[in-house]
C-alpha cells in the first residue's frame, strides 16, 4: 500500500503523524473519514500496531462500522470492532466487566427511552409532585442528560431551565434523587449512566484505568468538536500514561451547543495536549470553487477558530446565487420552479435540498409544494403542520368552527391535569356529541365534569372562547393561536417538551403565517386539503429517504450531507441567524451554521431572503437581509431576477 500515492499532502501528513496527540482540523469535503481510515490501517501496517489496540470512538454506529470495515479491507485483518463504536457503546462494554467497582451488577438493565421515562414517571408519583406543573419525564431525562454531559450543576441548570413557569425546583430535585435511587435498586442505567459510571470507573480505580491505557495504545476520535465535557475526560483518562490520541474534527462545523457539545474541546486541545501537533486538510472535493469562496467569507467573522481556508479541486462553475423574493410564498415559488429547471437540466429531484434555520421558514414551502403536487420528504419525518405543538394549538380553532369535532375536544383536553382519553371521551358523550364553547354555561359543565386538577388549567383559556364572538376573532385566528399560547400553551410547553424555545419559534411564525386568510375556516379548510395533498402525491412521512423527491431540511439534520444544488431559506435577521441564539449566546454558532449549510452544496447554491412578511395585526415587517449575507463581497454572489 502506497500511503502517499493514495491521499494528497495534507493527510499524508496527518496519517503520518508520530506518536504522541494529533488534531486534525478537517474543514468540510476535504476527505475527514478517508484520513481516518488510513491512519488505521498505517498503524497496523507501518507502525506494527496490534489491530485490537487502536480503538476508535464515535457518534454513530454506522460512522465505526464504515471506517473499521474499509480499514480492515485495506490491511486484509479484522479490528477490534467489539470496543470501537460510539462512547456509549465502548462504555457499556467497559461497564460489562467492571460495572460491580460502581456499585451495580455485571449484568445491569439498559433503560430504554420508554423504560425510563416510566421510572421517572413513578419516582414523581411516589414523591406526591404537584401533577398541575411538573414536567413530563422525557423533559427531565433530557435536562438531567445534558447537565451530567456538561458535568454542571443541576439546581443552576434546574432554576433556568423553568425560570418561568411554576415548576417546583425543589421537588425536580427529589424526583432525580429517587431516580436514581431506584436505578441502583434494580441494578438498571439509563443511556448517559453509561458516560457517567465509565468515567467514575476509570477516575477513581487505578488498576482498571492502567489496564485500559496499556490495552489501547491509539485512541483515535471522530467529530470531536461535537464532544461534551465527559466523553473529553474520558478520552483523556484513556491516554493520559502514553498520549497516543488523534483528534478530527472542524470547528467550524461545531453546531449543538444546545445539547451539550462544547466546541472549546477541539480549540482548547493544544492546551490540554501540550506538545500536539496540528494538522489541518483544507482540499475540498465536494464543491466548486465559488461556492467555496461564499463559505471562507462567512466563517472568517467568528473570531475564536482555526483559521483555515477551504481550497477547491473541482473546475470553476456558476456563481451562487442571491435571491431577495417579495416574501415567502414568492420565495416558494422560485425553489419550486427553479428546482423544476434543474431537474430538466439532469439533476435528479433527490439531489436537491432545501434548507433552513427554523423548521417555520418551511410552512409556505411545504403548502406550495402539495398543492404542486410535487414530491418532497422531510428529514425530520414529521410535516410542519403534523407537529404536535401545531396540532395542539390548532384544536382551539376546530372547536370553534366545529363543536362536533371530538377528535379536536379531546385531544385538548388531554393536555390538561388528569384527562386521559377515556375521561375525555366520557365528557364529550355528556354533551351529546357536540360542545358549543361560544356559550358560558358550556364551560360551566364542562369545568365541573373535568377532574379538580384541570378545573384551573381549563378557566385559564375559557375567555378565548367567549371572545370568538364578542371580539369577532373569527377573522383572526393567529389571535387566538396567541392568546391560547399566553393564557396555557406557552406554560405547557416548557414542562410537556424538551425543546421548547424552538417550538414556540415555530408557533410565532405560524401566528404570522395566518393573515394570509381571511377566516379561521379558510385557515382550517387550507391546511387539511393540503394534507390530504401530501397523501394523494405520496408525501408520507415513512417514504424511503432515496425516491425522486426533493429534501428539505434544518441545517442541523443535514450535517455530513451534500447535494448537487441547495436552496437556503429566510436568510435575513432574526430568522438566520435565529433570533433567540443570538440573545443568549451570541451570533457564532449560527455562523457556523449558516457555513454548514453553504458547504452542503456541491455544484449550485440557492441564498434566499426574502424582502416583507405580513404580521398578525395586518400590517407588513420589512425583513432585513441577514448579517451573513452583508459580509460576503458583492462580487461572490450573482442576483437572481424575476422572482421580486
Same mark, same amino acid.
Not at 502517499?4 to 473519514?33: I, R
Not at 470495515?69 to 460510539?86: C, I, P
Given at each position: 500500500?502506497?500511503?502517499?500515492?493514495?491521499?494528497?499532502?495534507?493527510?499524508?501528513?496527518?496519517?503520518?503523524?508520530?506518536?504522541?496527540?494529533?488534531?486534525? +482540523?478537517? %474543514? %468540510?469535503?476535504?476527505?475527514?473519514?478517508?484520513?481516518?481510515?488510513?491512519?488505521?490501517?498505517?498503524?497496523?501496517?507501518? &507502525?506494527?500496531?496490534?489491530?485490537?489496540?487502536?480503538?476508535?470512538?464515535?457518534?454513530?454506529?454506522?460512522?465505526?462500522?464504515?471506517?473499521?470495515?474499509?480499514?480492515?479491507?485495506?490491511?486484509?485483518?479484522?479490528?477490534?470492532?467489539?470496543?470501537?463504536?460510539?462512547?456509549?457503546?465502548?462504555?457499556?462494554?467497559?461497564?460489562?466487566?467492571?460495572?460491580?467497582?460502581?456499585?451495580?451488577?455485571?449484568?445491569?438493565?439498559?433503560?430504554?427511552?420508554?423504560?425510563?421515562?416510566?421510572?421517572?414517571?413513578?419516582?414523581?408519583?411516589?414523591?406526591?409532585?404537584?401533577?398541575?406543573?411538573?414536567?413530563?419525564?422525557?423533559?427531565?431525562?433530557?435536562?438531567?442528560?445534558?447537565?451530567?454531559?456538561?458535568?454542571?450543576?443541576?439546581?443552576? %441548570?434546574?432554576?433556568?431551565?423553568?425560570?418561568?413557569?411554576?415548576?417546583?425546583?425543589?421537588?425536580?430535585?427529589?424526583?432525580?434523587?429517587?431516580?436514581?435511587?431506584?436505578?441502583?435498586?434494580?441494578?438498571?442505567?439509563?443511556?448517559?449512566?453509561?458516560?457517567?459510571?465509565?468515567?467514575?470507573?476509570?477516575?477513581?480505580?487505578?488498576?482498571?484505568?492502567?489496564?485500559?491505557?496499556?490495552?489501547?495504545?491509539?485512541?483515535?476520535?471522530?467529530?470531536?468538536?461535537?464532544?461534551?465535557?465527559?466523553?473529553?475526560?474520558?478520552?483523556?483518562?484513556?491516554?493520559?500514561?502514553?498520549?497516543?490520541?488523534? +483528534?478530527?474534527?472542524?470547528?467550524?462545523?461545531?453546531?449543538?451547543?444546545?445539547?451539550?457539545?462544547?466546541?472549546?474541546?477541539?480549540?482548547?486541545?493544544?492546551?490540554?495536549?501540550?506538545?500536539?501537533?496540528?494538522?489541518?486538510?483544507?482540499?475540498?472535493?465536494?464543491?466548486?470553487?465559488?461556492?467555496?469562496?461564499?463559505?471562507?467569507?462567512?466563517?472568517?467573522?467568528?473570531?475564536?477558530?482555526?483559521?483555515?481556508?477551504?481550497?477547491?479541486? &473541482?473546475?470553476?462553475?456558476?456563481?451562487?446565487?442571491?435571491?431577495?423574493?417579495?416574501?415567502?410564498?414568492?420565495?416558494?415559488?422560485?425553489?419550486?420552479?427553479?428546482?423544476?429547471?434543474?431537474?430538466?437540466?439532469?439533476?435528479?429531484?433527490?439531489?436537491?435540498?432545501?434548507?433552513?434555520?427554523?423548521?417555520?421558514?418551511?410552512?409556505?414551502?411545504?403548502?406550495?409544494?402539495?398543492?404542486?403536487?410535487?414530491?418532497?420528504?422531510?428529514?425530520?419525518?414529521?410535516?410542519?403542520?403534523?407537529?404536535?405543538?401545531?396540532?395542539?394549538?390548532?384544536?382551539?380553532?376546530?372547536?370553534?368552527?366545529?363543536?362536533?369535532?371530538?377528535?379536536?375536544?379531546?385531544?385538548?383536553?388531554?393536555?390538561?391535569?388528569?384527562?386521559?382519553?377515556?375521561?375525555?371521551?366520557?365528557?364529550?358523550?355528556?354533551?351529546?356529541?357536540?360542545?358549543?364553547?361560544?356559550?358560558?354555561?358550556?364551560?360551566?359543565?364542562?369545568?365541573?365534569?373535568?377532574?379538580?386538577?384541570?378545573?384551573?388549567?381549563?378557566?385559564?383559556?375559557?375567555?378565548?372562547?367567549?371572545?370568538?364572538?364578542?371580539?369577532?376573532?373569527?377573522?383572526?385566528?393567529?389571535?387566538?393561536?396567541?392568546?391560547?399560547?399566553?393564557?396555557?400553551?406557552?406554560?405547557?410547553?416548557?414542562?410537556?417538551?424538551?425543546?421548547?424555545?424552538?417550538?414556540?419559534?415555530?408557533?410565532?411564525?405560524?401566528?404570522?403565517?395566518?393573515?394570509?386568510?381571511?377566516?379561521?375556516?379558510?385557515?382550517?379548510?387550507?391546511?387539511?386539503?393540503?394534507?390530504?395533498?401530501?397523501?394523494?402525491?405520496?408525501?408520507?412521512?415513512?417514504?424511503?429517504?432515496?425516491?425522486?423527491?426533493?429534501?428539505?431540511?434544518?441545517?442541523?439534520?443535514?450535517?455530513?450531507?451534500?447535494?448537487? %444544488?441547495?436552496?437556503?431559506?429566510?436568510?435575513?435577521?432574526?430568522?438566520?441567524?435565529?433570533?433567540?441564539?443570538?440573545?443568549?449566546?451570541?451570533?457564532?454558532?449560527?455562523?457556523?451554521?449558516?457555513?454548514?449549510?453553504?458547504?452542503?452544496?456541491?455544484? &449550485?447554491?440557492?441564498?434566499?431572503?426574502?424582502?416583507?412578511?405580513?404580521?398578525?395585526?395586518?400590517?407588513?415587517?420589512?425583513?432585513?437581509?441577514?448579517?451573513?449575507?452583508?459580509?460576503?463581497?458583492?462580487?461572490?454572489?450573482?442576483?437572481?431576477?424575476?422572482?421580486?
Amino acid at each position: 500500500m502506497n500511503f502517499k500515492e493514495e491521499l494528497n499532502e495534507e493527510q499524508y501528513a496527518a496519517v503520518t503523524a508520530p506518536d504522541g496527540a494529533s488534531l486534525v +482540523v478537517a %474543514a %468540510a469535503g476535504t476527505g475527514k473519514t478517508r484520513t481516518l481510515i488510513y491512519r488505521l490501517a498505517y498503524l497496523v501496517t507501518q &507502525r506494527n500496531v496490534q489491530p485490537w489496540e487502536v480503538l476508535l470512538l464515535t457518534f454513530t454506529n454506522k460512522a465505526a462500522k464504515e471506517m473499521l470495515t474499509r480499514a480492515e479491507e485495506l490491511v486484509q485483518r479484522k479490528f477490534n470492532s467489539g470496543y470501537s463504536g460510539t462512547f456509549h457503546s465502548f462504555a457499556n462494554r467497559l461497564l460489562r466487566s467492571h460495572a460491580d467497582t460502581v456499585g451495580f451488577g455485571r449484568d445491569f438493565t439498559i433503560l430504554d427511552a420508554e423504560d425510563a421515562k416510566k421510572l421517572m414517571r413513578a419516582c414523581a408519583d411516589e414523591i406526591g409532585v404537584d401533577k398541575k406543573h411538573f414536567p413530563k419525564p422525557e423533559v427531565l431525562l433530557s435536562l438531567f442528560g445534558v447537565v451530567s454531559g456538561r458535568l454542571g450543576d443541576l439546581t443552576a %441548570a434546574i432554576d433556568e431551565q423553568f425560570e418561568y413557569s411554576e415548576v417546583d425546583a425543589d421537588e425536580v430535585i427529589k424526583v432525580h434523587n429517587a431516580y436514581q435511587q431506584r436505578k441502583k435498586e434494580s441494578n438498571s442505567m439509563d443511556f448517559d449512566d453509561l458516560l457517567i459510571y465509565a468515567r467514575k470507573l476509570l477516575l477513581e480505580n487505578e488498576r482498571i484505568r492502567n489496564f485500559y491505557q496499556e490495552e489501547f495504545k491509539y485512541v483515535l476520535v471522530d467529530e470531536y468538536q461535537d464532544t461534551n465535557a465527559i466523553q473529553a475526560e474520558l478520552v483523556h483518562l484513556l491516554v493520559k500514561t502514553h498520549g497516543n490520541l488523534m +483528534v478530527v474534527g472542524d470547528d467550524f462545523q461545531s453546531i449543538y451547543s444546545w445539547r451539550g457539545a462544547d466546541f472549546r474541546n477541539f480549540l482548547d486541545f493544544e492546551r490540554h495536549y501540550p506538545g500536539a501537533r496540528t494538522f489541518k486538510l483544507q482540499i475540498n472535493y465536494r464543491s466548486t470553487p465559488e461556492i467555496l469562496d461564499v463559505a471562507n467569507e462567512v466563517i472568517a467573522g467568528n473570531p475564536e477558530q482555526f483559521q483555515k481556508e477551504l481550497k477547491a479541486v &473541482r473546475e470553476s462553475d456558476v456563481l451562487p446565487s442571491l435571491i431577495k423574493p417579495r416574501d415567502g410564498s414568492v420565495q416558494a415559488r422560485f425553489v419550486i420552479e427553479k428546482a423544476k429547471e434543474l431537474n430538466r437540466k439532469g439533476i435528479p429531484l433527490s439531489e436537491i435540498c432545501v434548507l433552513y434555520r427554523s423548521h417555520f421558514h418551511a410552512m409556505e414551502l411545504q403548502m406550495e409544494l402539495a398543492r404542486e403536487q410535487m414530491p418532497y420528504i422531510v428529514t425530520s419525518g414529521v410535516r410542519f403542520f403534523e407537529q404536535a405543538h401545531i396540532k395542539d394549538v390548532c384544536t382551539v380553532l376546530k372547536l370553534l368552527v366545529n363543536p362536533s369535532d371530538e377528535l379536536a375536544f379531546t385531544r385538548l383536553v388531554q393536555l390538561f391535569p388528569k384527562v386521559g382519553a377515556k375521561t375525555a371521551q366520557k365528557i364529550f358523550r355528556k354533551f351529546n356529541g357536540r360542545i358549543n364553547l361560544q356559550h358560558p354555561e358550556t364551560h360551566d359543565d364542562l369545568i365541573k365534569a373535568l377532574p379538580a386538577t384541570a378545573r384551573d388549567e381549563w378557566s385559564k383559556i375559557k375567555d378565548i372562547f367567549l371572545a370568538y364572538k364578542e371580539e369577532n376573532l373569527s377573522t383572526d385566528p393567529g389571535e387566538i393561536i396567541f392568546r391560547f399560547n399566553k393564557a396555557f400553551y406557552k406554560e405547557y410547553m416548557v414542562e410537556n417538551f424538551d425543546n421548547h424555545k424552538f417550538r414556540q419559534e415555530d408557533l410565532d411564525g405560524l401566528i404570522d403565517f395566518t393573515v394570509k386568510f381571511e377566516t379561521t375556516e379558510a385557515f382550517l379548510s387550507e391546511i387539511a386539503l393540503l394534507t390530504n395533498l401530501d397523501a394523494e402525491s405520496g408525501n408520507a412521512p415513512t417514504e424511503e429517504i432515496d425516491t425522486e423527491s426533493i429534501r428539505l431540511s434544518t441545517v442541523h439534520q443535514a450535517k455530513g450531507l451534500e447535494w448537487k %444544488a441547495v436552496f437556503i431559506l429566510f436568510v435575513n435577521e432574526e430568522m438566520f441567524p435565529s433570533r433567540k441564539s443570538v440573545e443568549e449566546n451570541g451570533d457564532a454558532e449560527e455562523r457556523r451554521l449558516f457555513y454548514v449549510a453553504i458547504t452542503r452544496a456541491e455544484d &449550485r447554491l440557492f441564498i434566499c431572503a426574502p424582502m416583507v412578511r405580513r404580521q398578525r395585526d395586518g400590517g407588513m415587517i420589512f425583513l432585513d437581509p441577514s448579517r451573513f449575507i452583508a459580509e460576503i463581497p458583492e462580487e461572490l454572489l450573482q442576483a437572481e431576477g424575476g422572482f421580486y
